[in-house]
């Protein structure tokens, strides 16, 4: 009762009063459910007489933070077309946030879209830790999974997490493994964007690289140089990995 009765207080005072009831009771169950289990739920109304809608999106607090708040509000105004959107967050239900978007002059969803964009929601609101792991299980056997995730969950850094995706990242993994048990450099080519004719090269090395080493190689095969991003690994036996990426774009006159 106390969840359910929190759960009702933390929703703004404008859905209280335009939500229909079956609305509210869905919204209040799905809180008390995600409160219970700690997973992230999201749920959606959408008014299409009127162009509006109200989303929620209920989150850990631990794992709350302003970019994912912002990250969802982006997500909801790019896949319903919305003009605006007001947003806020409370902190005050349990162990969980409730963050919640209002859209106006927004597009219609069928059941199917709005599905997806739900999930989407919570996999945008999934600790990239978590992404990561379940995409190691998918990967590998089980108990290679876990060995992989306690090396390197800590030590990818917050700006490898804010970039890549756990899905790639399980693919570093493989290059990093090997490169520890062979100690020889491995590389990998990764296709860019289907707009551009960039393709993005990831070296993963423990020595020192300068470019004047490498440069004349790309450019051998064509390729032209357009930034370079440097990242470092540190794992808790203090070995140290560095993964550079490549921006390349293929040399039109060669």
């Known amino acids: 009762f106390k969840t359910t009765t929190n759960a009702f207080n933390e929703l703004p005072i404008n859905y ?139 030590a990818f850094p917050e700006k490898y997490q804010s970039a890549v995706t756990p899905e790639q990242a399980v693919f570093d993994v493989e290059h990093l493994d090997a490169l520890a048990g062979t100690g020889q450099i491995q590389f990998d080519i990764v296709p860019g964007s289907m707009e551009s004719d960039e393709v993005h090269l990831r070296l993963y090395r423990t020595s020192n690289l300068f470019l004047s080493d490498i440069l004349p190689i790309l450019d051998h095969f064509g390729f032209r140089v357009l930034d370079q991003d440097p990242i470092q690994v540190d794992l808790a036996d203090r070995t140290r990995f560095q993964i550079d990426t490549f921006r390349l774009q293929g040399d039109r006159k060669s």
């Open 16 to 154: 209280l009063f335009e939500a229909p009831d079956a609305e509210l009771q869905t919204l209040v169950g799905l809180a008390r459910e995600s409160e219970n289990s700690g997973e992230t739920v999201a749920f959606i109304d959408i008014d299409a007489t009127h162009r509006t809608a109200w989303a929620f999106a209920l989150i850990l607090k631990e794992d709350f933070s302003e970019s994912i708040h912002e990250g969802v509000r982006a997500l909801l105004v790019r896949e319903l077309g919305a003009a605006d959107c007001d947003h806020q967050f409370e902190m005050r239900l349990g162990n969980m946030a409730i963050m919640s978007y209002y859209l106006s002059v927004c597009g219609v969803a069928d059941e199917a879209q709005e599905k997806r964009l739900k999930d989407l929601i919570a996999e945008l609101c999934t600790p990239w830790r978590v992404r990561f792991h379940r995409a190691l299980k998918q990967k590998f056997e089980l108990d290679v999974a876990k060995r992989f995730y306690g090396i390197y969950t800590e």
